[in-house]
């Protein structure tokens, strides 16, 4: 399908056509690690499911189309996706600048493992852009670029970003997972590539594990997916089918999730027990009229600061019953969760701080329950986070 198509519709259809054999209407799940080949080396496009699989072919061609590329690269999960994307474009003595707020996972790969393979990354907060040029050295290879980011929802300019980079020959890739494709289109913005994690929003049920990487660039496409074969870090063609049907309702979820957060939101600013809410739809977020100009909708993740500190942030998690204390987010569910103890406990207590990941910070997924009910699980929640300080 071609990408004049509206989202909508590449969501539901793109590199998924009725079954030749038996015209069924979803993607059928091969699970073959083999394929007959007419004579050596004569094969009908597959041979070895490590290298290829018809499911997760489908998989990857909606992806890319999703994002507006022409190749997709589906991975066993994120950090997979991640570490293959770094391994196959940087070498020993090259530099990686990323934002100073990230994902734990995705700092614990570029600090303990690349780090000692030669590969330096220096943090920068990328909303400033004059810090962003001064991160830069001659041997800067990538930009690593997490847009909102991951638990304190800035969002950086992309646009002016990759000019800067493109100017000096360096790569950019985004993490686009807290976006999506809905909300956010990096490509077009003139990065070189784009990741996401497939486990959060676009699988969206939080039953899979899964990465990809999509590129307009046919020879980062080419060094990306001989690594992806090289390396082996895919997706059996079980969990690519998972993430395909939930591709196809991304766009009604993603709906909901905006709608609700954008709410929520609002309703935790005027509350007396919030410090300070985090969420790019606020007119008091730093980036609002950044993201309002390169986003479609701010998102489905608030961060909020509750008073108290600690021990009203746990009491607060230990209150609610619609959402649940797990880390991930993106699921149908409501998800809460504690950065500075779950998903960025790999950070240094020191640059938590720095960030502002204090004790008191917690994160949530808005899900797609009804929003009242989300809202007083909160208010009960935020009573009991009340009673603890006192």
């Not at 990538?142 to 990759?162: G, R």
């Not at 990741?195 to 049920?205: E, F, I």
């Amino acid at each position: 399908m071609e990408r004049r198509a509206h989202l909508d519709t590449l969501a539901v259809h793109a590199g998924q056509e009725p079954d030749p054999v038996s015209g069924a209407v979803m993607q059928p799940i091969v699970l073959a690690s083999t394929f007959a080949q007419d004579g050596p080396g004569n094969h009908r496009g597959f041979d070895y499911s490590r290298s290829g699989n018809p499911t997760r072919q489908a998989l990857e061609k909606c992806l890319a189309a999703l994002e507006g590329g022409t190749h997709g690269l589906a991975f066993g999960s994120g950090c997979a996706a991640m570490t293959t994307l770094l391994h196959s474009l940087t070498r020993p003595g090259d530099h990686v600048v990323a934002g100073d707020d990230l994902y734990g996972g995705s700092f614990r790969i570029l600090d303990k493992v690349m780090k000692p393979y030669g590969v330096l990354t220096t943090q920068v907060d990328m909303s400033d852009l004059k810090a962003f040029e001064a991160a830069i050295r001659p041997e800067t290879r990538l930009v690593w670029l997490e847009t909102p980011t991951n638990p304190m929802l800035k969002v950086f300019d992309i646009e002016a970003i990759c000019a800067l980079a493109r100017a000096r020959g360096i790569l950019v890739a985004v993490d686009n997972t807290f976006a999506t494709p809905c909300l956010q289109q990096p490509l077009a913005l003139g990065a070189h590539m784009v990741m996401h994690s497939t486990t959060k929003y676009l699988n969206g049920h939080s039953d899979v594990v899964g990465g990809a990487i999509v590129t307009a660039d046919d020879g980062l496409a080419e060094a990306l997916r001989f690594h992806q074969n090289a390396m082996g870090a895919v997706p059996g063609p079980f969990d690519c089918y998972m993430v395909l049907r939930g591709l196809k309702t991304l766009h009604l979820r993603m709906e909901r999730h905006v709608r609700t957060a954008n709410a929520i939101a609002s309703w935790l600013e005027a509350h007396p027990q919030v410090e300070k809410v985090h969420y790019p739809g606020l007119a008091s977020h730093p980036q609002h009229a950044i993201a309002r100009r390169q986003m479609s909708g701010p998102g489905g993740m608030i961060s909020f600061v509750v008073k108290g500190g600690l021990p009203a942030a746990r009491a607060l998690l230990g209150t609610v019953e619609i959402f649940v204390c797990a880390e991930s987010l993106g699921g149908v569910e409501s998800l809460i969760e504690l950065p500075a103890v779950m998903t960025h406990g790999s950070i240094p207590a020191a640059q938590r701080q720095e960030l502002g990941i204090s004790d008191g910070l917690i994160r949530i997924s808005c899900g797609v329950e009804a929003e009242a009910d989300l809202r007083d699980d909160l208010a009960r929640a935020l009573d009991a986070a009340t009673r603890a300080t006192v």
